[in-house]
């Protein structure tokens, strides 16, 4: 029995997934013991493709025809061998030792069911925007970084799927990622299916470990104001479909009001939820009038009286 199982869930993204293979293939591997790489191609069976396996490297690739991240996760975990599996995403890049420090965790710390890392962006943009403010943004790109010390999480931190591990046995116990939630192909940006299922594990049970690093590419494409636009009107509706956001229509109402009412008065408006900002401070208040309008939206209630 292989010592960690990788699971590495994908999209129609080859290039990057090849790359990133190829990384884990030169980086990844334990120094003691083994381990095992899975590939779930969620791709739709007309358009996949081959995916370039790095030589003698211990990867297999497996399908997965029900569209949707929940699925592609939900048939790797059955497709494990190892009791330790850990979530990769395709276009993610380990650091050094990779795989050894999570094996290494989850021997030292009994303790410890689920595991995240510290995730960096690594980006493909030749210079970000004036708008962009990595402190309040990157998390909605899947960074984290909680500093340099293992612990366990406190209130009002998480982990993100691009870079977490977890006891098998944990999905015994609670059950695996619900299908509701999760990213379907190109289709949607609904999240939050590992976050739904760490609230039933309890934040008590869940380690933050900075050497378990990885790099998340943050693609040309992802670096505009309609992608994270975009990105937080998901955010809110996978709020909303796992029952953590606040769905009162008065309250919701007048935070939209709140914070409209913070911006100049020209956008005072309708436009305040697409006028191009000057700043970081002028976009965080665009989004967050997005992600209060889009939880009222969510429930066929105008923002506006």
Not at 147 to 157: D, K, Q, T, V
Not at 198 to 219: A, Q
């Amino acid at each position: 029995m292989p010592d960690l199982s990788v699971l590495v869930c994908t999209y129609d993204r080859y290039p990057v997934l090849n790359e990133a293979l190829a990384t884990l293939a030169e980086r990844g591997r334990p120094k003691h013991g083994r381990h095992e790489v899975i590939v779930v191609d969620n791709t739709p069976a007309a358009k996949r493709r081959p995916i370039t396996l790095p030589e003698g490297a211990p990867m297999r690739v497996i399908p997965c025809d029900n569209t949707g991240l929940s699925n592609a996760r939900n048939a790797g975990i059955a497709a494990a061998q190892s009791e330790v599996l850990v979530f990769l995403d395709d276009d993610a890049f380990v650091c050094p030792d990779w795989c050894e420090k999570i094996v290494s965790l989850f021997r030292s710390k009994p303790e410890v069911r689920v595991a995240g890392g510290r995730v960096v962006p690594r980006y493909d943009s030749p210079a970000l925007p004036v708008w962009y403010d990595s402190k309040r943004l990157s998390g909605y790109l899947s960074c984290l970084d909680w500093g340099s010390a293992g612990r366990f999480l406190r209130r009002g931190e998480w982990i993100v799927g691009a870079n977490m591990a977890w006891r098998k046995d944990v999905f015994q116990e609670f059950g695996y990622f619900d299908a509701k939630l999760g990213r379907k192909g190109a289709a949607s940006l609904l999240s939050n299916e590992e976050i739904e299922l760490l609230e039933r594990i309890g934040i008590e049970n869940i380690w933050y470990e900075p050497t378990m690093e990885v790099e998340h590419l943050v693609s040309v494409e992802r670096m505009t104001l309609p992608f994270f636009r975009r990105r937080v009107y998901w955010q809110a509706i996978s709020d909303m479909v796992a029952g953590i956001s606040i769905s009162e229509a008065g309250w919701l109402r007048k935070q939209y009001a709140e914070t409209v009412l913070q911006l100049p008065p020209e956008h005072r408006n309708l436009d305040a939820l697409n006028f191009e900002p000057r700043d970081p401070e002028q976009y965080d208040i665009q989004l967050r009038a997005i992600y209060a309008a889009a939880l009222l939206l969510g429930q066929g209630i105008s923002p506006t009286p």
